[in-house]
């Protein structure tokens, strides 16, 4: 099905090493405009410490804007990670193996944004919410109420973030010692001891292996909890009517789905233009994940279109005030449409086009697209979800966002990109064990006038 | 606690609301700013929809003219039995108390505003900016109340610092408390004109409000409705309906 081209690993380990060992030139500028968005935000973070809640869109009755929006929203491209490392993992899809580390480290540090744009920010008095997000006082007998999905919600984000912390820990361990091996100096005494002592006896690679599948079987249930948890911070609630849903936690999981698996492809198109690794990640690759893709939109969109039933079917006041707002009310109509198209109907009949699969710009596009649908997505679910336009004509309210609240969620989305760009500075983005391993698999030798695999699968 | 007298029940507060006799004059949105320290809402925190009324007067228009008519209905925290903001709140900032008060601990809440998002009613403010107050104000704050900083919620008390108090000077007078005491009702309820608020303790069968939710929340006579009912927040605030004589009389009702 794929075409090969052969590689020794002598030129696996020079192209692969390439970010780490040399420094590309736009690898310091594009940092540093990282750097500037981030601090940008953090200033913006600061005026908001300083003054006052206040200084953002909220209001009453909508007390939740673009922080919980860009939460669901990070969590739900972290979904990536777990779906194409521990998943494709465990079905042995040959293809995850170039994509599995980006994916990992795309999933750490949009859980660190996600963990910034909600409880950090999100908070009235953020110094606080330390006793909330990390185990309680218990000297003093202060319990936390785990009743909230609040507290369902960061134990189930650190969860995952210390899984896929480890996860790519481990996967780590062998490239390391790759690096450790090519480098001098003290450079050489930091990977060394990040290493472990690799040094790759059958025994060391046995652990690390069997390190790897355990940890990938461990993290499955995360891979259910994480949105669905979120999902409940909406679903739970009876204020909201329209949230009350028990369709909530899947339809959030296959969103999450929907867009982490898209946010990989971007990722690819992108290592594929700046790293010129088309050796590693082909148009082969790219084609397996947009056949993911339509089959995840797919499943997404019946869940989308099952949500809307359920709403319909009751014909409950506060159900079609909201639906009435997403649908005919403008600026929600308009994003609403721009929603469908971009999260479905745009990508989705492109994909089926082996030509738009295999084309790097078609795929960015596309793949772009459809985190913009679904990020409108949770925008519309939460911002006229909280505008409640049912009982009380007297409190009705909109929402936009200030330009305090676009600056912090802008400083998200760049130490996601920060967080990218520092880590294929220190470590390699493609994990050179496991395409090595990779091509093992695919040697063959002929016995007799019998061709078949050299080695055996784990 | 200085109380020396043995109680037999605890208390349950509750009020009874007749929307008939509301003639929406707000005395009672400004007897409750001044008592528990609210800010003076400005123009400039209405049109940030941001202002914080522990009780307002809503005011509905009904008909097209000449034929108007205002309909008034004050709304506070229902200090529902089965409040939805409670559960929600991760740091137990807000809770039910022995006596069937919804509660809010402003020391604990960490401003998270899941309860404000939960709660039906609408009744539940954020502390958007830093309170403030004008020079001339400054002397009218109430020393019995906190004065909340920004960050936080807060929400009707049902007056709490004026149960407190009156049940600490009978506990030490050796008095009970009275039904309708003027130093025990809350705020609002002493503002009010027309007599449409009326607050007492639900577990004395004797009391005002245990009488008229007796009388009122009978299925057939009664004008007694608890808001939004059909939540199943239960609360502790009975409202009497308008006596609409235009209506068409129902044989049930």
Known sequence: MQEHTQLTQRQINEDLLDTVLSTPRWWLPATLVAILVFLIGASAFGYMLNK????????RPVFWGFFMVNFVFWIGISHAGIMISAILRLTQAEWRRPVTRAAEVMTVFSLMSALM??????????????????????????????????????????????????????????????????TKGWVRAIYSILSLGFRGTPRQWKLQTVAGILLSALVLPVFVSVHSIVSWDFAAQIGPEAWHSTIFAPYFIIGAIHSGVSAVATLMVIMMWVFKWDKYITRDHLDSIARLLIIVATTWFFFFFLEWVFALYTLEDPEIAMRDLQVFQWPWSGMF?????????????????????????????????????????RFLIIVPGLMRRGHFIFDWGSYHPSIIEILMVAATFAWVILGMLLFTKVFPLIPLFDVKEGMVFRDEIKIGRRTIPASIRE | MVTTQEKKTEEKWGMVIDVDKC?????????????????????????????????????????????????????????????PCEPVCPVFATYHNSQGLNVQVYNRCIGTRFCANNCPYHVR???????????????QLNPDVTVRSRGIMEKCTFCIQRIRRTERESGRDGNELKDGDRALNTACVNACPTDTLVFGDFN??????????????????????????????????????????????????
């Open chain 1, 52 to 59: 006052g809640v206040g200084v953002t869109g909220l209001n």
């Open chain 1, 117 to 182: 744009a909600a409880p950090l920010v999100h908070v009235g008095r953020p110094w606080r919410a330390d006793l909330w997000v990390f185990p309680y006082d218990f000297a003093r007998g202060i319990w936390v109420n785990i009743r909230s999905p609040f507290i369902w919600d960061p134990s189930a984000v650190m969860t995952y973030l210390t899984a896929s912390t480890l996860f790519v820990l481990v996967c780590l361990i062998p490239d390391l010692a790759v690096i450790r091996d090519r």
């Open chain 1, 337 to 377: 449409i721009v929603f469908l198209i971009t999260a479905y109907f745009f990508p989705v009949p492109m994909w089926l086009f082996k030509k738009v699969r295999r084309s790097l710009f078609w795929m960015f596009v596309t793949t772009i697209a459809v985190n913009i649908g679904m990020w409108l997505e």
């Open chain 2, 23 to 83: 003639i929406g004059c707000q005395a009672c949105v400004v007897a409750c700013q001044s008592e528990n320290n609210i800010p003076v809402n400005e123009e400039e925190h209405f049109n940030q929809r941001r202002p914080i009324q522990w009780i307002r007067v809503e005011r509905y228009w009904e008909g097209e003219f000449p034929d108007v008519k205002a309909r008034f209905i004050p709304i506070m925290c229902q200090h529902c039995d089965n409040a």
């Open chain 2, 125 to 139: 403010f954020f502390n958007f900016w830093e309170p403030s107050w004008p020079e001339s104000l400054k002397n």
């Open chain 2, 204 to 253: 004395n069968p004797e009391s005002r409000v245990s009488k008229l939710r007796k009388k009122e929340m009978d299925d057939h006579h009664g004008r007694g409705y608890k808001m939004l009912d059909e939540l199943g927040t239960s609360p502790n605030v009975i409202y009497l309906k308008k006596v609409d004589k235009e209506a068409k009389e129902s044989s049930t009702h």
